[in-house]
């Protein structure tokens, strides 16, 4: 017998998948790809980049860019759909149900393999709890997996938005 061949965790042959999709991604900042996974079967795969027809970055430059936005902000600039929306989007589109799936997402730098932190923005964690989708798995820029149950999202959202309702109340008593 040969030497002891290592196979991938479950989540580092998702992740992989991950990789593959968001090397299609046009955008020139970031490229994200996200797989969703129910039953051990990929159903659904989406990268970020722009609404079908619309211009893409990779082809006329950044906005973002053009602006000095930090990563992370400025979402009004860009055309951008993101991985995570496009993943959902894609099964509702093939009539594949998410419900209980798990996302994979991964991310890197245009132009360098090395893994950058999926940290879905609010506007996707919206997306994926009322998707039903149960946990997201990414890598982060250590190559360390990171498990995140979706179910702590809802409670962290509604505590966002209490303390802000907070706050705007105080601001408009002054």
């Known amino acids: 017998m040969a030497g002891k061949v290592l196979r991938p965790t479950k989540a580092e042959y998702y992740l992989g998948i991950a990789k593959a999709v968001c090397l299609r991604s046009p955008c020139i900042r970031r490229q994200f790809g996200a797989i969703i ?9 989406g990268y970020n980049g722009p609404a079908r027809g619309v211009v893409n970055c990779m ?19 860009c055309p951008g759909v993101h ?16 419900l209980g799936g798990t996302l994979y997402l991964y991310g ?16 996707c964690k919206r997306a994926i709890i009322n998707a039903g ?3 997201v798995v990414t890598k ?4 360390r997996i990171a498990k ?24 408009k008593k002054r």
């Open 108 to 123: 890197q730098k245009f132009g360098d393999s090395s893994p950058i932190e999926g940290k879905p923005c609010n506007r």
């Open 37 to 45: 996974v129910k039953d051990d079967a990929v159903i659904s795969a």
């Open 140 to 143: 982060k820029s250590d190559g």
């Open 133 to 135: 989708i149960k946990e």
């Open 83 to 98: 991985a995570e929306e496009n993943s959902i989007i894609n099964a509702a589109r093939h009539g594949a149900s998410v």
């Open 59 to 77: 082809d006329v430059g950044c906005m973002k860019d053009e602006l000095n936005l930090p990563h992370y902000s400025g979402y009004d600039y």
């Open 148 to 171: 995140i149950k979706v179910a702590n999202w809802a409670e962290e959202d509604t505590k966002q938005y209490l303390d802000r309702l907070e706050e705007a109340r105080k601001t």
